[in-house]
Nanobody, 116 residues
Framework: QVQLAESGGGLVQPGGSLRLSCAVSGTVSMKIYIMGWYRQAPGKQRELVASISSSGSTTNYADSVKGRFTISRDNARNTVTLEMNSLKIEDTAVYYC????????WGQGTQVTVSS
């Protein structure tokens, strides 16, 4: 089993920054998997916003966050991080991490609210 624990969310003004962290624990190591950060806004489907290859050498971003968000990982510590800059109101959502393919059970997520 794998447990995912997201943290770092909060309330921030437009243009602000946040750093989200995801701790992966359990009987499976994340180091061989492509990992991703997802978000789900009220009334909308969950969407993938960023992903990172198992080695960390390749990253991909949704067009809506490209140039503002940065995903990284530390395989030794089993953590995935999402640096979010120049936040917009439309970034408001619950953010989750998971592997990109064949998701594990979802964690609780962390709420990000961008509001003036």
């Amino acid at each position: 089993q794998v447990q995912l624990a997201e943290s770092g969310g909060g309330l921030v003004q437009p243009g602000g920054s946040l750093r989200l962290s995801c701790a992966v624990s359990g009987t499976v190591s994340m180091k061989i998997y492509i990992m991703g950060w997802y978000r789900q806004a009220p009334g909308k489907q969950r969407e993938l916003v960023a992903s990172i290859s198992s080695s960390g050498s390749t990253t991909n971003y949704a067009d809506s966050v490209k140039g503002r968000f940065t995903i990284s990982r530390d395989n030794a510590r089993n953590t995935v991080t999402l640096e979010m800059n120049s936040l917009k109101i439309e970034d408001t959502a619950v953010y989750y991490c998971n592997r990109k393919l064949a998701a594990w059970d979802w964690g609780q997520g962390t709420q990000v609210t961008v509001s003036s």
